[in-house]
T-cell receptor, first 114, second 113 residues
Framework: KAGVTQTPRYLIKTRGQQVTLSCSPI?????VSWYQQTPGQGLQFLFE???????NKGNFPGRFSGRQFSNSRSEMNVSTLELGDSALYLC?????????????FGNGTRLTVT | AQSVTQPDIHITVSEGASLELRCNYS??????LFWYVQSPGQGLQLLLK??????LVQGIKGFEAEFKRSQSSFNLRKPSVHWSDAAEYFC???????????FGRGTSLIVHP
């Protein structure tokens, strides 16, 4: 079974630009969550999609958005990039039907904003 | 709401020594508990999980964890650490109705030869 695939692996953008990151889940997984990881703040939850609907949302500004397609693939978008958005963005997928569904993580997209 | 505390930011051990990483949680009932490991440049990988039953659970790579309800703890152990175990370790608790686990801040394990 293929794992969680995130593309691209690395991205360099300048302030003010926007960026779109992609996540393909494990087959059968309907929940896709996005996390931002930085050395100072650790792992921070952005949002979760389940069956094309945003089911949970973290405490991030509206510049961060996402969506999920009918095949469960998900994208997240960050508009008007700031230097502080430089981070490793991780996607995690699961069956999403209970609290005991372990998360399966991709290897992340490393975003650098200059 | 649930919370997770990993009191140690960094832990340094010698190769071959035993290891214990601490995790304390706060939740009114018995939660679902997880340990994940993150190697440099990688995503997180599930090491083990506890849902119910035997309080000592075995995981991959020779790790085990013990759930202690009285102490609200779920500490991760390994009897003999290998250099390849150097990584970041995250404890997480799944509880409530959100289906989103709460992660601790992580413990960075450094292994000396």
């Amino acid at each position: 079974k293929a794992g969680v695939t995130q593309t691209p692996r690395y991205l360099i953008k300048t302030r003010g630009q926007q960026v779109t990151l992609s996540c393909s889940p494990i087959s059968g997984h309907r929940s896709v969550s996005w996390y931002q990881q930085t050395p100072g703040q650790g792992l921070q939850f952005l949002f979760e999609y389940f069956s094309e609907t945003q089911r949970n949302k973290g405490n991030f500004p509206g510049r961060f958005s996402g969506r999920q397609f009918s095949n469960s693939r998900s994208e997240m978008n960050v508009s008007t990039l700031e230097l502080g958005d430089s981070a490793l963005y991780l996607c995690a997928t699961s069956l999403g039907q209970s609290n005991n569904s372990p998360l399966h993580f991709g290897n992340g997209t490393r975003l650098t904003v200059t | 709401a649930q919370s997770v505390t990993q009191p140690d930011i960094h832990i340094t051990v010698s190769e071959g020594a035993s290891l214990e990483l601490r995790c304390n949680y706060s939740y009114g009932a018995t939660p679902y508990l997880f340990w994940y490991v993150q190697s440099p440049g990688q995503g997180l990988q599930l090491l083990l999980k506890y849902f119910s039953g035997d309080t000592l659970v075995q995981g991959i790579k020779g790790f085990e964890a013990e759930f202690k309800r009285s102490q609200s703890s779920f500490n991760l152990r390994k009897p003999s650490v290998h250099w390849s175990d150097a990584a970041e370790y995250f404890c997480a608790v799944g509880a409530g109705g959100s289906y989103i686990p709460t992660f601790g801040r992580g413990t960075s394990l450094i292994v000396h030869p």
